[in-house]
């Protein structure tokens, strides 16, 4: 005797396959936002501050829209959603973490740090890389100072007086931007000029804070 599927049998197998494919729907919309926030970070150079972080939380936020439309017919539509927006923003926190700052940001972050007295900028120097594979943007500022040790303790205590944290060993940190004081000249320096006759070496890096 041929079975005969019950149709409720059937409705539910047809119910269960249309929820599947809105999981994976809803897993899809949070991949491909969280690539393209992501990638926007990344390729303009946003990335690796604290705004930033704020910036990615609040764009991944956006896949609420069609995570919505996708599950809201769910008998407990709340609760995914409470998942959905929590995963969201964790996604954007990590997202607002990486790479790190683009070399116009970094210049401008040389360009508004203090200058020892008497300093004479011999080069500057710069590497950029976004993504930060290897290294992140870099900008080196090399001067010739009377004094090194007086010079980086000059700078680096009107650094703390603008609100710039003391890591240790020349090297402070801010809003995840990062500055190196050394008495010789930075590796990133290719050929460094010499110091006039008298006068000594500063060198002022800026970069990603932990970078530097």
Do not use: K
Request: charge should be negative.
């Amino acid at each position: 005797m041929a079975m005969v599927t019950e149709p409720a049998d059937v409705e539910r197998r047809a119910t269960a396959g249309r929820w599947v494919l809105r999981g994976v729907g809803v897993l899809a919309v949070m991949t491909v936002w969280a690539f393209l926030v992501g990638a926007t970070l990344l390729l303009t150079g946003s990335g690796g501050t604290a705004v930033s972080t704020v910036v990615a939380v609040t764009a991944m936020m956006v896949a609420l829209v069609p995570t919505w439309f996708l599950l809201r017919a769910a008998p407990s539509r709340g609760w995914f959603m409470a998942l959905a927006a929590t995963v969201l923003v964790a996604v954007g926190f990590n997202l607002g973490g990486l790479g790190g700052p683009s070399l116009a940001r970094m210049t401008s972050v040389g360009a508004s740090l203090p200058v020892a007295t008497g300093a004479q900028l011999l080069t500057v120097s710069s590497v950029e890389n976004t993504l930060c594979l290897q290294e992140c943007s870099q900008v080196s500022y090399l001067y010739a100072v009377h004094d090194s040790g007086t010079a980086r303790a000059d700078v680096g205590t009107e650094l703390l007086a603008r609100g710039w944290e003391a890591l240790g060993d020349g090297a402070y940190c801010r809003d995840r931007f990062g500055v190196r004081l050394t008495d010789t000249a930075d590796p990133a320096i290719d050929d460094p000029p010499a110091p006039p006759p008298g006068m000594e070496l500063l060198s002022v890096a800026t970069s990603r804070c932990g970078e530097s």
